[in-house]
């Protein structure tokens, strides 16, 4: 959906406009779409509004998809099958990533035994939806080969070493 929409923008305003969107990353649709209006009210130069109408355009588009398909999606950056905010998340994730190591062990839980059933663990790199549970970026889980392999495949999530 968003590739073909993309593709009829500049590289100029492409850029102009991701860098919109990453600014409003962490907004919920109402308020990022808030902000670009108060933005165009004040804003005089036809280029800046241009790029502005664009992510407008974009947050309207994505918060009508989000509303049928992924519920659950509050935050510009939550959306799935978008790299806009990819390389913005990354540079924030070492923040959290060694406070809860209780799922590191796979041993008490049951889940363990999985393994030797080709069971592969994984980091969630993107927010996602996998056979209808909601996997957090920075999440581990354990997940058949097949399905490992189409997660990374994807670029949602990555090999758990």
């Keep these: 959906m968003n590739e073909d929409n993309d593709k009829s923008l500049s590289a100029v305003m492409l850029k102009a406009r991701n860098k919109i969107l990453i600014e409003f990353g962490d907004y919920s649709f109402d308020q990022a779409l808030d902000e670009i209006k108060n933005s165009l ?3 005089k ?34 959306l799935e099958n978008t790299n806009i905010f990819s390389d ?9 990533n060694g406070l809860f190591d209780d799922d590191d062990d796979g041993d008490g839980d049951g889940d363990g035994d999985g393994d030797g059933d080709g069971d592969v663990q994984v980091t969630i790199t993107k927010t996602t939806t996998h056979n209808g549970v909601k ?3 920075d999440m581990v889980v354990s997940v058949s080969k097949d399905d490992a392999d189409k997660l990374v495949s994807d670029k949602k999530a990555k090999y758990f070493e």
């Design 88 to 96: 913005f998340e990354a540079d924030d994730s070492s923040g959290l």
């Design 135 to 137: 996997l957090l970026k």
């Design 45 to 78: 130069d036809r280029a800046k509004r241009l790029t502005l109408l664009s992510a407008k355009s974009w947050i309207i588009r994505n918060k009508v998809y989000a509303m049928m398909h992924e519920p659950f999606v509050y935050s510009l950056n939550e």
């Design 41 to 43: 009210a004040t804003e």
